[in-house]
T-cell receptor
Framework: DQQVKQNSPSLSVQEGRISILNCDYTNSMFDYFLWYKKYPAEGPTFLISISSIKDKNEDGRFTVFLNKSAKHLSLHIVPSQPGDSAVYFCAATGRRYSGGGADGLTFGKGTHLIIQP | GAGVSQSPSNKVTEKGKDVELRCDPISGHTALYWYRQRLGQGLEFLIYFQGNSAPDKSGLPSDRFSAERTGESVSTLTIQRTQQEDSAVYLC????????????FGPGTRLLVL
């Protein structure tokens, strides 16, 4: 049973346009969400995160939106650049800010973003 | 500064053999995680170490898998009697402390079991 779902295996976007990557989750205990970017033969690198107390977090060209009622989050990249071509993983965890905890992140299968010139 | 390093980068082994994978976390990071990614799948949590606490082994897929960590430094993931379904990229990550801290990943070890 997949608790974090990225239903689009791939997405092609023209350079300069907006890229929107979607992620759905089923576990209502998740309260912290992250996006990772992964190039071939490298480990994932952290992009941006959001806690369940917020519905939006912005960092430069990257914005993550969280819709708790729909259990849906999305990553917007504006404007898209060739270097953004990579696999993007959505991840979630269920521990609150009380610290400690032993859950690893639950990841989606990833979306391969291709930025076309 | 130095990131998370893993060795070997690639490992080919025969079914039934044992393998040991190594992870060196970022200095000062108390939390260390192991994940694996099988072909076409997302990242799958295996085990988590936090300081001197007992590790969370809830993600280990079978008793053939075990991991150790020396203090707050290097960790080894051991797979005994490897099976073909163990073929995957094994990723290690570390973070400053709790799960909410950003995890920094190593490049992974590609394991192929023939």
């Amino acid at each position: 049973d997949q608790q974090v779902k990225q239903n689009s295996p791939s997405l092609s976007v023209q350079e300069g346009r907006i890229s929107i990557l979607n992620c759905d989750y089923t576990n209502s205990m998740f309260d912290y969400f992250l996006w990772y970017k992964k190039y071939p033969a490298e480990g994932p690198t952290f992009l941006i995160s959001i806690s369940s107390i917020k519905d939006k977090n912005e960092d430069g060209r990257f914005t993550v939106f969280l819709n708790k009622s729909a259990k849906h989050l999305s990553l917007h990249i504006v404007p898209s650049q060739p270097g953004d071509s990579a696999v993007y993983f959505c991840a979630a965890t269920g521990r609150r800010y009380s610290g400690g905890g032993a859950d690893g992140l639950t990841f989606g299968k990833g979306t391969h973003l291709i930025i076309q010139p | 500064g130095a990131g998370v390093s893993q060795s070997p980068s690639n490992k080919v082994t025969e079914k039934g053999k044992d393998v040991e994978l190594r992870c060196d976390p970022i200095s000062g990071h108390t939390a260390l995680y192991w994940y694996r990614q099988r072909l076409g799948q997302g990242l799958e949590f295996l085990i988590y170490f936090q300081g001197n606490s007992a590790p969370d082994k809830s993600g280990l897929p079978s008793d053939r898998f075990s991991a150790e960590r020396t203090g707050e430094s290097v960790s080894t993931l051991t797979i005994q009697r490897t099976q073909q379904e163990d073929s995957a990229v094994y990723l290690c990550a570390s973070s400053l402390s709790t799960i909410q801290e950003t995890q920094y990943f190593g490049p992974g070890t590609r394991l192929l079991v023939l």
